[in-house]
């Protein structure tokens, strides 16, 4: 159950141009319905801050961290340096460490303290056409603050976009369209088995509440993370067109594959595992976007 006053988030990323029209704010929410195999932002899934560690940092003789640890869940060594299994998050040893390579992800933020945040840009937003955008993670799962939040925001005059997977329930959403102006929705992979696999839930409830987005008439951006071999087969393709066709939607945006992410693990306490696919190329996408304009969907440019 999420908070009314409060919720945990991992940046505040100002100056995108790809979350939405315009330049943007993003808000990024920790804690996420799904857990895929590709995540892009491993350090969004657990709900609350986290430790991570970057090694590359450590000072060579250092042993600050390990004197204030309570749990004895660090050693005095650069490699395997934690016992993730003993570490509670309590972050007393990222306080301590003079090199940021012990640091803690996350921070609960309240009401007004976002506010003041994402309002800083409002110039360029009404130059550009741009706003504020919650994402994650899964932002939905902060409803309860979000549906305090948005309001306040609206009334500072912005434009609001969230980015959901669609994997809380409709129950959480639904409270919070009358003050969004658009809704970046994400399907991943169409088979349910798979699905389930690669996400850890399958996609039922995920396309039922897509299904109820586009009935209430909002706007609905529809993205696909591409994931070369996961999800870019003909089968995947052209089911997901079908789909997309049955609702009425004939534009798709697909996100580029960035493979960054795996660099991050060495740092987390989490068993995700790296899956080892190259970013591909520029003609890649283009192919794919006219295989998918075959099947009756445009890509949005
Ligand atoms: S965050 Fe983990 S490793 Fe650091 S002091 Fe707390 S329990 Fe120890
Ligand atoms: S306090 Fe920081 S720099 Fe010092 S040993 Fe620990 S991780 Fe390394």
Redesign the pocket.
């Known amino acids: 159950m999420s908070r009314r006053d409060r919720a945990v988030i991992f940046d505040v990323q100002r100056f995108s141009v790809h979350d939405g029209p315009g330049i943007r704010t993003v808000v990024f929410f920790k804690g996420c319905a799904l857990d895929c195999a590709w995540c892009h932002n491993p350090e969004a899934v657990r709900p609350t801050p986290e430790l991570t ?1 970057w ?1 590359d ?3 060579s ?6 004197e204030v640890c309570p749990e004895t869940a ?1 050693f ?1 060594r ?1 490699e395997a ?1 934690i016992a993730w299994s003993r570490c509670t998050h309590c972050g007393l ?1 990222a306080q ?7 640091v803690m992800v996350g921070r609960e933020v309240g009401q007004r303290e976002l506010l003041d945040e994402v309002v800083k840009d409002r110039e360029f937003f009404a130059t550009s056409g741009g706003g504020v955008t919650f994402s994650g993670g899964e932002p939905v799962l902060h409803s309860a603050f979000l549906g305090d939040f948005l309001p306040l925001a609206r009334a500072e005059g912005l434009h609001l976009a969230i980015e959901t997977c669609g994997g809380a329930p409709w129950e959480l959403l639904e409270p919070l369209l009358p003050s969004l102006d658009l809704v970046l929705y994400d399907l991943k992979v169409m088979d349910t088995a798979l699905h389930q696999r690669l996400t850890g839930k399958d996609n039922v409830q995920i396309h039922e509440v897509l299904r109820r987005l586009l009935a209430r008439g909002i706007p609905v951006e529809v993205r696909m993370p591409v994931v070369p071999g996961h999800n870019t087969d003909d089968g995947n393709i052209r089911a997901t067109a079908a789909f997309l066709t049955g609702l009425g939607v004939d534009r798709l945006s697909l996100l580029p594959y960035n493979h960054l992410w795996e660099a991050k693990l060495r740092a987390l306490d989490t068993t995700r595992r790296p899956l080892g696919i190259r970013a591909p190329e520029p003609d890649f996408y283009r192919e794919l976007e006219s295989r998918f304009e075959a099947s009756g969907i445009q890509p949005y440019r």
């Not at 003789?61 to 390990?66: K, S």
């Not at 301590?96 to 012990?102: F, H, I, K």
């Open positions: 560690y090694r940092r450590c000072i003789g250092c042993r600050e961290c390990v660090l005095d650069i340096r040893c301590t460490c003079p090199a940021d390579a012990l």
